[in-house]
């Protein structure tokens, strides 16, 4: 069965009139950027070898109070913001005045850091030639995987020596017994940002741990550039993408599972930064960083609906990273996206345009990785991404978001929406081309939708 054509009331158009984009709406937001630890803090700075510190939903409570936390949100805006199209003059409609950020973009700028650590990835790709996938039946993902982590892992150490910034090695602490440097809180972080050789799986939770990787990076004056939003383009361009093609590579030859995912109810089995920075880089053009648009798409960007139309898709998976993440799915499911993925079905029919998308996906990442105890429950705590309660969080009590303990129809209490936790009116769920409202006929199940996805 293909998938009905979607037509224009059904799929949100770009937010374009006359070849224009329409007035959007923006927030007031202070853009703050991860305190980058001096050099004279960073030779001081106690080191600690990251470990596990969530048990139970009760710590995934106590997660979202702290430092970490923090860490983790501030670092993803102030990368996601970095996104957002530019404009030289006055003028946003102007289209030569407009700069964008794709992924085959010549103007970003990568510096030597960025470039080692890209060399990085293809010392680790080049490992998979060393454990090829067991050709023996495989009910679930392939044993050879264990082989390649097994090799990474013996090898991470010497080679994060040869790659990482001199600026990380230059807080090596010498080689106590007891000693613990920069180099090994950041070693535990890429490690396991790669899956589980135990389970054979892979996640939004491993794609945290690459985050904080990237975090730790930036807070040791690692990345060096012309300026702050330079360097934060580079990292998503210039290593977040390349991270991203290397663990679709793992997945695909190794048939590894979806990690801590909510099945076909999951925005994706496996990823969720590319949603967000894709998103970004379809929104309005970003005039003042005091004023972040919260509706509208740039100019000459594809409706949110064209995530359906194969031919787009497939024009745009190697400049954005949102439609590079759709043609991954395409890649690998078979049959209707409204039936393997509908929660981005339900998303593609937003017609607020690609800065509504960008909002709401930052909060969904709030909502349905930071705070579900299946996702975050391995997630390593250290010196930089640190477990200690933030002075300034709001103190939160447990919800559903954060229960350790899922009852019926795979939910925590039946996963009351993302909305309904803030008090607003729950979204409906977005009918498919053959008139149901779920896969293959049945009703959606209960469960956290997209709750910007309204009509």
Request: aromatic share 10%.
């Amino acid at each position: 069965m293909a998938t009905a054509k979607p037509t224009d009331k059904e799929h949100g158009h770009n937010n374009q009139i006359d070849g224009k984009e329409t007035p959007d709406k923006s927030s007031v937001l202070r853009i703050r950027r991860l305190s980058i630890l001096t050099q004279e803090e960073a030779s001081e700075h106690v080191f600690t070898v990251p470990v596990k510190r969530i048990h139970d939903g009760h710590d995934v409570t106590r997660f979202l109070s702290s430092k970490a936390y923090r860490s983790i949100m501030t670092f993803l805006y102030q990368l996601n913001t970095a996104m957002y199209p530019r404009t030289s003059v006055s003028d946003p409609n102007d289209p030569d005045s407009i700069q964008t950020w794709e992924l085959d973009s010549p103007s970003i700028q990568t510096s030597n850091s960025v470039k080692k650590l890209q060399d990085l990835f293809r010392k680790l790709e080049e490992i998979i030639d060393e454990a090829p996938p067991d050709p023996g039946p495989q009910r679930f993902g392939n044993v050879s995987f264990r082989t390649w982590y097994k090799l990474v892992e013996e090898r991470l150490p010497v080679l994060l020596k040869e790659y990482l910034p001199a600026e990380i090695l230059a807080n090596d602490r010498g080689t106590k017994a007891d000693s613990c440097d920069a180099k090994d809180e950041l070693l535990v972080y890429l490690l396991g940002s790669f899956g589980s050789a135990q389970r054979l799986d892979y996640g939004t939770g491993h794609e945290l741990s690459f985050l904080a990787f990237l975090g730790c990076i930036w807070l040791l004056r690692g990345f060096t550039g012309p300026d702050s939003e330079s360097i934060e383009r580079s990292i998503v361009i210039g290593l977040i993408q390349p991270y991203l093609q290397l663990v679709r590579h793992l997945i695909k030859i190794y048939n590894l599972e979806p990690a801590g995912s909510h099945g076909v109810w999951g925005l994706d089995d496996h990823s969720f930064l590319p949603y967000i920075f894709g998103s970004a880089q379809y929104s309005p053009v970003l005039a003042s960083l005091d004023k972040i648009p919260m509706e509208g798409s740039r100019l000459g960007a594809p409706a949110p609906g064209d995530v359906v139309k194969p031919a787009v898709v497939a024009a745009q998976r190697s400049r954005n990273m949102y439609f590079s993440a759709i043609g991954f799915i395409q890649d690998v499911k078979k049959g209707p996206f409204w039936e393997h993925s509908p929660i981005l079905y339900d998303i593609s029919g937003v017609r607020a345009g690609w800065a509504k998308i960008n909002k709401g996906m930052i909060k969904m990442y709030s909502a349905e990785v930071l705070s579900k105890f299946p996702v975050v429950q391995h997630f390593p705590f250290g010196s930089l991404f640190s477990w200690e309660l933030d002075p300034e969080a709001v103190t939160t009590s447990q919800s559903v978001h954060t229960s350790s303990h899922p009852t019926l129809a795979g939910s925590a209490t039946n996963q009351v929406s993302a909305a309904a936790l803030r008090g607003a009116p729950q979204a409906t769920a977005r009918t498919s081309p053959s008139g149901s409202t779920g896969v293959q006929g049945l009703a959606f199940q209960s469960r956290t939708p997209a709750p910007w996805a309204t009509k």
